[in-house]
């Protein structure tokens, strides 16, 4: 069966520390990879994609991931996170049948 | 700006009473998708349409109903079937041109369902 894991239900990071949220799937092909962010009370916004090529694909806000076939992974990286960098973020996996979405990773950004 | 606008930003139901949740777009897309959304369980499908008068059922369609009479509108009922109505309802949008549903997907800013 298609499957989604976001491991970390929850992560806390200090202001300027560098992130890495992981996201794991399971799909029967090589599949189109997104990371989604949501604010609370908010709808998702899109921050990066990824369909074929480069596998180190840039986003918006300074985010980039890395599509690694081997480890079935996309893991969504920031080298220094800001406070406003917090809230939800959610891994997204999809073909032409079907899209999936993981349980998300609550970001939480200490002074 | 093109976007997508759910309405009302909260909705509060009565036991036995259906109620029905807007989402409009003018980002003239062909799909639109309706999620559930609840506390660590992520995004549900509920219902999603790839063109008009067409629609096809998610992983969580019971006790909902949708339509699709035009492009941009893809209004969701929640029927008194649906016995844990409450959730948060996010609408999304894209261009899935035939039948690919794996284009990137723009989300409304939600509606909250309460149950009084």
């Known amino acids: 069966a298609q499957s989604v894991t976001q491991p970390d239900i929850h992560i806390t990071v200090s202001e300027g520390a560098s992130l890495e949220l992981r996201c794991n799937y399971s799909y029967g092909a090589t599949p189109y990879l997104f990371w989604y962010v949501q604010s609370p009370g908010q709808g998702l916004q899109l921050l990066l994609k990824?369909?074929?090529?480069?596998?180190l694909v840039q986003g918006i806000k300074g985010f980039e991931a890395e599509f690694k076939r081997s480890q079935s992974s996309f893991n969504l990286r920031k080298p220094s996170v800001h406070w406003s960098d917090a809230a939800e973020y959610f891994c997204a996996v999809g073909n032409n049948n079907d899209m999936r979405f993981g349980a998300g990773t609550r970001l939480t950004v200490k002074p | 700006d093109g976007g997508i606008t759910q309405s009302p930003k909260y909705l509060f139901r009565k036991e036995g009473q259906n109620v029905t949740l807007s989402c409009e777009q003018n980002?003239?897309?062909?799909?639109m998708y309706w999620y559930r959304q609840d506390p660590g369980q992520g995004l549900r499908l509920i219902y999603y349409s790839q063109i008009v008068n067409d629609f096809q059922k998610g992983d969580i369609a019971e006790g909902y109903s949708v339509s699709r009479e035009k492009k941009e509108s893809f209004p969701l009922t929640v029927t008194s079937a649906q016995k844990n109505p409450t959730a948060f309802y996010l609408c999304?949008?894209?261009?899935?041109?035939?039948?690919?549903?794996?284009?990137?997907?723009?989300f409304g800013d939600g509606t909250r369902l309460s149950i009084l």
């Open positions: 999304a949008s894209s261009l899935g041109t035939g039948g690919a549903r794996n284009q990137p997907q723009h």
């Open positions: 990824y369909f074929s090529g480069d596998t």
């Open positions: 980002l003239n897309h062909d799909a």
